[in-house]
């Protein structure tokens, strides 16, 4: 059999696709099927059918999973088809990846309301006109019991403990729930459903996204290639990105905050932030590597032109210069910022305080300046929060409001208060 030839413009065409999506991923899976996929979508003008599914488990997308989204993006403005899959349903169960124990359980109510926000969010980053969005629930709900065993007998329970997670787990003595098992076959079932050729995931996610091969062969289709992404390191510089371990930076936060929680990352995540979570040329990312390998220069301007350009991506264009304005005002000169949010006796009533006797934990909460009271002790316990630059140390600490007072919480969070 001969081999078929390969026009030139399409080989032209293929290399440049392979090398705008090939960037930042740690592995394209089977790769020579990959292109050959690849290949066959720009010879027959047939868009790849790309999917990623997210879980909505909390409220905000951070810059840890635009990873995936701006891969996605990639692949859309290379003429491929987006498809999104929301996961109802696989949330409601929880993906035990990387889990040392059982999730815990959300509602539907709570997972759904989180959906919306995910939504909008996701649509900052792609073309929403050009991407297909499904609940895995449009088909699991209508899944009866047969079908349900049909999809299990797809694979073995030896296989499902092949995940480091599980049998780290079972070694240990830590209980799998049953539920637990069943989470790669939905994941996987969902490439079935909407007959995905490409699917991407974080490194972590391999398993379920080789386990959709698997399934999608067992009904029929032709199996999905599969792209791995690196998971990006939180702020904290030691653990993944995550909102319950709160070293997370969010594409919807005020740009003073973005800006301010990027220039707290480590020197040495700036290069990984300007590869996996900018649009910066490859020319750049080079001449910033060379920048920070070289221990006479100050890498602060070149962390916060990445905080710069973090802001500008997320918020009106100009937004992340006003933010390094402000922030070089602040902290380097450590000045109050030109605008803060404001509180007056009104506001104070409306929250449920006495602006004669204001309980600041409950103030912080209320104003949204700590996502809960817990948080809000914890932060004054530590010595972060002050009154006019005066430490607060007492979580039980109450005032009046009888001057204009300014409350620094952390860093970057400050509220005006002001009296009648």
Known sequence: MTEKTVSPDTQKELDRQ???????????LPREEFITKLQRAIEERRPLRVKQGFDPTAPDIHLGHTIGVRKLRQFQELGHKIVLIV?????????????????PKLSYDEIMKNAETYQKQFFKILDK??????????????????????????????????????????????????????????QAYDSVAIKADVELGATEQTFNLLAGRT?????????QCILTLPILIGVDGKQRMSKSLGNYIGIDEPPGEIFGKVMSIPDDLIYDYFELATDVSLERL????????????????TKRELAETLVDMYHPAGSGRLAREE?????????????????????????GLDPKAVYLVHLMTKAGLTRSNSE?????????????????????????????????????????????
């Open 327 to 351: 922030f070089d005002r602040v902290f380097s000169r450590k000045l109050l910022p030109n605008e803060m949010p404001k509180v007056g006796p009104n506001e104070l009533v409306a929250f």
């Open 18 to 28: 392979l090398r705008i999506l090939s960037r930042g991923v740690v592995e394209l």
């Open 129 to 186: 006109s050009k991407t297909e969005i499904h609940f895995n629930g449009e088909w699991f709900r209508k899944m009866d019991f047969v079908e349900i065993m049909n999809l299990a007998t797809r694979f073995t329970v030896a296989r499902l403990l092949e995940r480091d997670d599980f049998s780290i787990r079972l070694k240990s003595g830590v209980p799998i729930s049953l539920h637990e098992l069943f989470y790669p076959l939905m």
């Open 286 to 301: 080079q001449q910033i590597k060379q920048v920070l390998s070289d221990s006479n220069i100050n890498p602060m301007d």
């Open 215 to 223: 399934i999608q062969e067992a009904y029929g289709l032709e199996p």
């Open 376 to 420: 809000a002790r914890k932060l004054i316990e530590a010595g972060g929060v002050s009154l006019d630059d005066e430490k607060i140390t007492d979580s039980n600490y109450e005032f009046e409001l009888a001057k204009e007072t300014v409350l620094k919480v952390g860093k970057r969070r400050f509220l005006k208060l002001m009296p009648a």
């Open 87 to 103: 996961g109802d349903y696989t949330a409601m169960v929880g993906d035990p990846s990387g889990q040392s124990a059982t999730r």
